[in-house]
């Protein structure tokens, strides 16, 4: 399988990853004034591999939640094609790509569902499982985590 840079061509979620577990240095760019050569870090979303590599990471994610029988009952009744909309247009978006999240804030979206910090715990595993699948260098993997895991408060508990 090729890594997820390759496939992409975002993270998520999550955001929060990229290079696909290689050890690339920065892009660096010629400045047209100088001549000269800067270094221009990517964003987090062009170093996962961009839009196709997000929803490949959130598809493979959400068979991971299917099958984890310690939250799987959450997504129950849930409609999964919205799901993972909703979930590529936030990493998307918290990676520094193009997109705009177009769902609910993460408060009202979760208010009345009680989740623990255990489930919450439970879905980054899933995540990193799926993470990891793809190759994901740690230190795309650790952003893309912090910036999802900025979301727990508004999850957890709600």
């Given amino acids: 399988m090729r890594k997820f840079s390759t496939l ?19 892009a660096t760019t010629t400045t047209p004034t100088t001549g000269g050569t800067s270094a ?33 009952g959450r997504f129950a009744n849930a409609d999964i094609e919205h799901l ?4 590529v247009e936030q990493v998307c978006e ?14 009202t979206a979760h208010t009345g569902m009680n989740l623990t910090d255990d489930e919450f715990n439970a879905l980054v595993e899933d995540l990193v499982t799926t993470l990891d699948k793809f190759q994901v260098a740690q230190a795309e993997k650790d952003e893309l985590l912090g910036a999802l895991g900025g979301m727990k408060g508004d999850i ?3």
């Fill in 40 to 72: 221009k870090k990517k964003s987090l979303y062009d170093r996962l591999g961009g839009l196709d590599a997000i929803k490949q990471v959130i598809a493979d994610f959400v068979g991971n939640v299917a099958a984890d029988e310690r939250i799987n």
């Fill in 84 to 87: 993972k909309t909703m979930l």
């Fill in 8 to 26: 992409i061509a975002v993270t998520l979620m999550v955001s929060l990853a990229a290079c696909g577990g290689s050890s690339k240095k920065p």
């Fill in 94 to 107: 918290a990676t520094g790509g193009p997109c705009k999240y177009s769902g609910k804030d993460m408060v």
């Fill in 156 to 158: 957890v508990g709600k």
